[in-house]
């Protein structure tokens, strides 16, 4: 990475500098994800996020992303991760918000059925999203700077708290962790 992109420390990490400048990846608001190429259709569920290989542009849901921006950060590096990770052609990468919105514990207690299977690539891409949004020695070092507070952890990262509190378990040592403060 070129350090006048991302020099590996500062925060939050400039995810759209780097889909753009190093991936050349064009992310792109759009308020009708079913307009997409080969989409399927609105009934099929909603996309948060797609990347069309073809042209090389990663389609986010406007509204999810001015409702929750930590949330339009996640979807755009998790589409980077299928880029990186499983693009071999040009045909387009679709990611319904079911698969990376709900944990599938609550999935699992809301429908009292077994926690449902989320495929191997939507993992490897959260994973990845996770890790570049969130690098783990930032995330240790910020967590000790704060004293563990998942709000200022969400402002340093700009990361949902569903996000930073799954990546805190990931890489926060057990015996490092602080204990939940009451609300």
């Given at each position: 990475?070129?350090?006048?992109?991302?020099?590996?420390?500062?925060?939050?990490?400039?995810?759209?500098?780097?889909?753009?400048?190093?991936?050349?990846?064009?992310?792109?608001?759009?308020?009708?994800?079913?307009?997409?190429?080969?989409?399927?259709?609105?009934?099929?569920?909603?996309?948060?996020?797609?990347?069309?290989?073809?042209?090389?542009?990663?389609?986010?849901?406007?509204?999810?992303?001015?409702?929750?921006p930590g949330r339009r950060r996640f979807t755009i590096s998790h589409e980077l991760g299928h880029h990186i990770l499983h693009s071999t052609g040009g045909q387009p990468l679709f990611c319904r918000g079911t698969v990376i919105d709900e944990a599938p514990e609550v999935l699992a207690?809301?429908?009292?059925?077994?926690?449902?299977?989320?495929?191997?690539?939507?993992?490897e891409a959260d994973i990845f999203a996770a890790s570049i949004l969130m690098p783990s020695h930032l995330m240790k070092t910020q967590y000790e700077r704060c004293d563990g507070e998942i709000e200022r952890l969400m402002k340093d990262f700009k990361c949902s708290q569903k996000a930073i509190t799954r990546r805190v378990l990931h890489v926060v040592p057990r015996d490092r962790r602080r204990p939940r403060r009451p609300a």
């Open positions: 990475m070129p350090e006048y992109i991302w020099d590996g420390e500062t925060l939050p990490v400039p995810v759209e500098d780097i889909v753009d400048s190093v991936y050349g990846l064009l992310v792109r608001d759009v308020d009708d994800m079913s307009a997409a190429p080969g989409a399927p259709p609105a009934s099929a569920g909603h996309l948060s996020g797609l990347l069309l290989t073809g042209p090389g542009e990663i389609w986010v849901d406007r509204a999810e992303g001015i409702k929750w207690a809301v429908t009292k059925k077994r926690k449902p299977k989320v495929p191997l690539i939507e993992t």
